[in-house]
Nanobody, 129 residues
Framework: QVQLVESGGGLVQAGDSLSLSCAASGRTFSIYGMGWFRQAPGKEREFVAAITWSGGSTYYADSVKGRFTSSGDNAKKTVSLQMNSLKPEDPADYYC??????????????????????WGQGTQVTVSS
């Protein structure tokens, strides 16, 4: 089992920055990649960003590319999502998730929620215009 705890959500104004963190514990050796997803009220959960646990590769949704940056600290078992230039369309509950090693390469599955076995409880991000 892997436990994930997000932190860092809050209320900011449009154009501001916010950083989310996700701390992993438990069987972290089984993690291959970490993803960030978000879900706004009435909408489906959508992919935001992902990073391999080794930190060697990162992936982003087009909607956040150039504004959000995912980073990781393997030694501390944490991943972060730095969100800059927040927009009115960014508010949602943000979730981190852990993906194990799997037959299909992470490079082609990172954006799929089904690729992830473990999920955090979510942290809310609110952006006022």
């Amino acid at each position: 089992q892997v436990q994930l705890v997000e932190s860092g959500g809050g209320l900011v104004q449009a154009g501001d920055s916010l950083s989310l963190s996700c701390a992993a514990s438990g069987r972290t050796f089984s993690i291959y990649g970490m993803g960030w997803f978000r879900q706004a009220p009435g909408k489906e959960r959508e992919f935001v960003a992902a990073i391999t646990w080794s930190g060697g590769s990162t992936y982003y949704a087009d909607s956040v590319k150039g504004r959000f940056t995912s980073s990781g600290d393997n030694a501390k078992k944490t991943v972060s999502l730095q969100m800059n230039s927040l927009k009115p369309e960014d508010p949602a509950d943000y979730y981190c998730a852990a993906a194990p090693t799997a037959p299909r390469p992470y490079t082609v599955t990172y954006y799929l929620a089904s690729r992830y076995n473990y999920w955090g409880q979510g942290t809310q991000v609110t952006v006022s215009s």
